[in-house]
């Protein structure tokens, strides 16, 4: 799967799923204080991926994950 089409099925899911605004939602943006994730949404997140993507996110490794930038690298890691 090509980068822009992750980056598509995952503005996809946090704009429709998680209620995210457009704007909010770029490379840099942070997703707890920029993007406005919390615990509870993490929760979804790991449904919506599992979904979308055929596989489950470890939170050990979510923890690593800060920016906008690093949640699609890390998706795109796990699926090619």
């Known amino acids: 799967m090509e980068r ?3 980056e598509a099925r995952v503005n996809k899911f ?3 799923e998680m209620e995210i605004e457009t704007g909010d939602i770029h490379d840099d943006a942070k997703l ?3 993007v406005g994730l919390d615990s509870l949404d ?3 997140i790991v449904v919506i991926v599992e ?3 055929g596989f489950k996110l470890k939170p050990e490794e979510m923890s690593e994950v800060v920016t906008m ?3 699609y690298d890390y998706i795109e890691s ?3």
Do not use: M, R
Request: glycine fraction near 0%; hydrophobic fraction near 35%; proline fraction near 0%.
């Open 42 to 44: 993490y929760v979804d």
């Open 69 to 71: 930038k690093e949640f």
């Open 32 to 34: 707890k204080e920029d």
């Open 4 to 6: 822009k089409e992750i």
């Open 51 to 53: 979904k979308t993507f």
């Open 78 to 80: 796990k699926i090619n």
């Open 14 to 16: 946090l704009i429709e």
